[in-house]
């Protein structure tokens, strides 16, 4: 709980810093772990295509570092899930470990009866009572045990919407670098094309007119 608590918290600060964020510098100051591994993905992919890559590579960037976003929002969430397992487990079976008890006491309440030949209340009622305990110890751990895992699934599930808030910013401050990237891309192949002859830019630009001619 304490865990979740201070992650939420982190995890809303860098929510604030990417949606405030033009650039990948800016982002950069993000301090959660998931946040950071976002930012750092974007950022890889954005310069694997080199300092100046074509427009198809741009086109693809978005689409790869959306599809691995995901990933990182669910190792988080695997993560945060680890310590809610065992709450999980705890009310779903200590109720029928409590009853196991209760069981396995009646029985032997019944054979002491039945070695003492005695049908008295007196007799039968201390060791159904014993018996009866095992089950009042199973509820008391599994009670609590239920309502602190709703109360953290809860809790999980806004976790969960804050970090698919940071990666849309994620991908937010990724398009504004995208933006600034294809101008220069696009200056680039005029700056090329401004090299090369009337008949030879004719053909870069329309094949179809060129092989016409």
């Known amino acids: 709980s304490l865990d979740l608590t201070q992650a939420k918290r982190r995890l809303a600060r860098d929510i604030v810093i990417l949606r405030a964020a033009q650039n990948f510098q800016q982002a950069a100051t993000t301090s959660y772990w998931a946040t950071v591994e976002m930012v750092r993905t974007a950022q890889a992919e954005l310069h694997s295509g080199g300092p100046a890559p074509s427009p198809r590579a741009l086109e693809g960037i978005e689409e790869r570092v959306a599809v691995q976003l995901p990933i990182i929002e669910s190792r988080a969430i695997h993560q945060t899930l680890s ?24 029985m032997n309440s019944f054979l002491g009866i039945a070695q003492s030949h ?16 095992a089950t009042a110890m199973g509820l008391a751990a599994a009670i609590p045990a239920v309502l602190i895992y709703n109360a953290m699934s809860r809790s999980i599930a806004g976790y969960r919407r804050s970090l698919a808030e940071a990666a849309s910013f994620t991908l937010c401050v990724l398009s504004r670098e995208i933006d600034r990237c294809a101008p220069q891309t696009t200056s ?16 870069v630009i329309h094949p179809i007119e060129a092989g016409r001619a």
Do not use: Q
């Open 118 to 133: 005695a049908t008295s209340l007196a007799v039968v009622a201390p060791g159904i009572a014993e018996a009866l305990l």
């Open 83 to 106: 310590g809610t397992n065992l709450l999980a487990s705890i009310g779903a079976t200590a109720p029928f470990v409590g009853l196991t008890g209760t069981v396995w006491g009646i």
């Open 188 to 203: 680039s192949a005029a700056t090329h094309l401004g090299g090369l002859s009337e008949d030879a830019r004719i053909s």
